[in-house]
T-cell receptor, first 112, second 117 residues
Framework: DVKVTQSSRYLVKRTGEKVFLECVQD?????MFWYRQDPGLGLRLIYF???????EKGDIPEGYSVSREKKERFSLILESASTNQTSMYLC???????????FGDGTRLSIL | KQEVTQIPAALSVPEGENLVLNCSFT??????LQWFRQDPGKGLTSLLL?????REQTSGRLNASLDKSSGRSTLYIAASQPGDSATYLC????????????????FGQGTILTVHP
């Protein structure tokens, strides 16, 4: 069965810290995605990757970067965490660009 | 820019009722449309995916329809059960005609469904 695993369910960090969120998929999927979900704003795409070492900006990339050194792993990096980055972060993967996206359980990140 | 709207924002029904969730989108140039379910504090689970050339998809008690020209989709849930309680999200995938979508989904805000015994 399809499995997308996010390394942490809950994470608390301090303003200014560099934060890493990790996502691993075991389905040999080409595409991986990072979203954030906020009340009243819904899910918004931060970054996605369609191949190893390839990345594309989504709708709200400011303050974030990503890394995809291996096919199965896609990391979201908050370069200098700020309180407005407190949110639920969801990772997803898909076999190809227009295929069904499979989601992880999310990481609830709090920046104090 | 694609915008997706879901109505109603919340719905509470007694067990056994048939119900309809609505989704509308502003740009009809879509590749496909997906309906997801999200349980509290969890990720999304895909329920149905409808290609732009299709009119409907069915899975068990769920039926999703798509009218691309009018920018509308509905999710029909038959004989609702308390276990159906969740947030239901509609998402549209942009057409690749512009060559830049790479499967980008635009989500609605969701409908919070409560089915009480």
């Amino acid at each position: 069965d399809v499995k997308v695993t996010q390394s942490s369910r809950y994470l608390v960090k301090r303003t200014g810290e560099k934060v890493f969120l990790e996502c691993v998929q075991d389905m040999d999927h080409e595409n991986m995605f990072w979203y954030r979900q906020d009340p009243g704003l819904g899910l918004r795409l931060i970054y996605f990757s369609y191949d190893v070492k390839m990345k594309e900006k989504g709708d709200i990339p400011e303050g974030y970067s990503v890394s995809r050194e291996k096919k199965e792993r896609f990391s979201l990096i908050l370069e200098s965490a700020s309180t407005n980055q407190t949110s639920m972060y969801l990772c997803a993967s898909s076999l190809h660009g227009t295929a069904n996206q499979h989601f992880g359980d999310g990481t609830r990140l709090s920046i104090l | 820019k694609q915008e997706v709207t879901q109505i109603p924002a919340a719905l509470s029904v007694p067990e056994g009722e048939n119900l309809v969730l609505n989704c509308s989108f502003t740009d009809s140039a879509i590749y496909n449309l997906q309906w997801f379910r999200q349980d509290p504090g969890k990720g999304l689970t895909s329920l149905l995916l409808i290609q732009s050339s299709q009119r409907e998809q069915t899975s068990g008690r769920l039926n999703a329809s798509l009218d691309k020209s009018s920018g509308r989709s509905t999710l029909y849930i038959a004989a609702s059960q308390p276990g159906d309680s969740a947030t239901y999200l509609c998402a549209v995938r942009g057409s690749n005609a512009g060559g830049t979508s790479y499967g980008k989904l635009t989500f609605g805000q969701g409908t919070i469904l409560t089915v009480h015994p």
